[in-house]
């Protein structure tokens, strides 16, 4: 049974440019989570997918956007990259919603480094 | 503003020791209480704490979650080198109903 997987795995990038993440769920889940985790903090919820329409969003700016594929893939989009967003990028899935308690199981998370 | 406080934020100690982990949370619409090992990218999901299920345990780890004093505990016991990790803890609620999570504590087992 696969778990969640992530690519890639590590990003080099340069102010102001693009990238996008991507993130496979856990087999028999269809929604999917992203955080943002910076050098010694904890996760922070950046949005979730379900449906392939986002449901819930954290405070980030509107240059961090995503999508969900009908096999309930998803991708994160960061554009017009700053310093401040080098961090470790974490998908996590569930199983509807993912809310009031259900478990959410991590990918290896993508590190992101901009330059 | 909803927030998860973890202390210690680190902690050395030395194989054979036991370790408590402190979570303490303000979290509007408390729905459960979760813990995660995370070594060295992917966090590990290790017990869920709701209403109806305060007290888990598997092997030598064990978490209690106060729903008065707003807070839970994670005890390891009989420590080992492997232990060694950061521990999150995270609450599932807030406005939005999704993991807020704190800052960790990292745990460094010595031999």
């Known amino acids: 049974d696969a778990g969640v997987t992530q690519s890639p795995t590590h990003l080099i990038k340069t102010r102001g440019q693009q990238v996008t993440l991507r993130c496979s769920p856990k087999s028999g889940h269809d929604t999917v989570s992203w955080y943002q985790q910076a050098l010694g903090q904890g996760p922070q919820f950046i949005f979730q997918?379900?449906?392939?329409?986002?449901?819930q969003r954290g405070n980030f700016p509107d240059r961090f956007s995503g999508h969900q594929f009908p096999n309930y893939s998803s991708e994160l989009n960061v554009n017009a990259l700053l310093l401040g967003d080098s961090a470790l990028y974490l998908c996590?899935?569930?199983?509807?919603?993912?809310?009031?308690?259900?478990?959410?199981?991590f990918g290896p998370g993508t590190r992101l480094l901009v330059l | 503003e909803d927030k998860v406080v973890q202390s210690p934020l680190s902690l050395v100690v030395h194989e054979g020791d036991t370790v408590t982990l402190n979570c303490s949370y303000e979290v509007t619409n408390f729905r459960s209480l979760l813990w995660y090992k995370q070594e060295k990218k992917a966090p590990t999901f290790l017990f869920m704490l709701?209403?109806?299920?305060i007290e888990k345990k598997s092997g030598r780890l064990s978490s209690i979650l106060d729903k008065k004093e707003l807070s839970s505990i994670l005890n390891i016991t009989a420590t080992q080198t492997g232990d060694s990790a950061i521990y999150l803890c995270?609450?599932?609620?807030?406005?939005?109903?999704?993991?807020?999570f704190g800052k960790g504590t990292k745990l460094s087992v010595k031999p």
């Open positions: 996590a899935s569930s199983w509807s919603l993912g809310l009031a308690g259900k478990t959410q199981y």
């Open positions: 997918y379900y449906e392939e329409e986002e449901r």
């Open positions: 709701t209403s109806s299920g």
């Open positions: 995270a609450v599932a609620g807030g406005s939005q109903g999704n993991l807020i």
